[in-house]
């Protein structure tokens, strides 16, 4: 299975806390991504690293991304309680097909 | 500038019966995809047009899903006879490159299938 894995499945953190979420992945890709998806709403695009990239910053969140491991992490500094939404990383392999994970639930509790 | 639109955003359907999901990418969107998550397992790929035609279907279930997008702009996904297994919330997304070129996808807001 080319299927992406993220770890935790769920996680709670206090407001203001910083919150990592893990994935991996079988396969060789192009890029990987996350994406984030609030209760009853699309999927919305968070951030890109290529294939070529080791760390990339977009305001409260830091991605990394090790190809020899085949991992990715995702960190939200300073949590606030409307990160509280499902995050899935998703990456793009060979045949240009984007791959999802099964997705972290995070809960910030106030 | 309108983001990727789909309607309808629920649809409750008897078991046997057919149903049409729409998309309407970002104008200028030659490529668009479907996804669809069903109950507890992960988003996946259904397929990919490239304008008018189908690039990838690769990831349609069954003969049971029909995909078109005639005249290259909007997408319908026919699901006909819709079963139980079927429900669950189909994405769509649409992109101006292909990803392999780095171009993001930017996705709908999906559709919640119930099939009873």
């Known amino acids: 299975s080319q299927q992406g894995e993220e770890d935790p499945q769920a996680l709670s953190i206090q407001e203001g806390e910083n919150a990592t979420m893990n994935c991996s992945y079988k396969t060789s890709i192009n890029n990987l991504q996350w994406y984030r998806q609030n209760s009853g709403r699309g999927l919305v695009h968070l951030i890109l690293?290529?294939?070529?990239?080791r760390e990339k910053h977009s305001g409260r969140l830091r991605v990394t991304l090790d190809t020899s491991k085949k991992s990715s992490s995702l960190l939200i500094t300073a949590s606030r309680a409307a990160d509280t939404a499902s995050y899935f990383c998703?990456?793009?392999?060979?045949?240009?097909?984007?791959?999802f994970g099964k997705g972290t639930r995070l809960h910030i509790l106030p | 500038e309108a983001g990727v639109t789909q309607f309808p955003s629920h649809s409750v359907i008897e078991k046997g019966q057919t149903v049409t999901l729409r998309c309407d990418p970002i104008?200028?969107?030659?490529?668009l995809y479907w996804y669809r998550r069903v109950m507890g397992k992960e988003i996946k790929f259904l397929l990919h047009?490239?304008?008018?035609?189908?690039?990838?279907e690769s990831g349609m279930p069954n003969n049971r899903f029909l995909a078109e997008r005639t005249g290259g702009t909007y997408s319908t996904l026919k699901v006909q006879p819709a079963e139980l297994e079927d429900s669950g919330v189909y994405f769509c997304?649409?992109?101006?490159?292909?990803?392999?070129?780095?171009?993001?996808?930017?996705f709908g807001p999906g559709t919640r299938l119930t099939v009873l």
């Open positions: 997304a649409s992109s101006q490159r292909t990803a392999l070129a780095g171009n993001e996808q930017f």
């Open positions: 104008s200028g969107h030659d490529n």
């Open positions: 690293i290529r294939s070529n990239e």
């Open positions: 998703a990456f793009m392999n060979r045949d240009d097909k984007i791959i």
């Open positions: 047009f490239v304008k008018e035609s189908k690039q990838d």
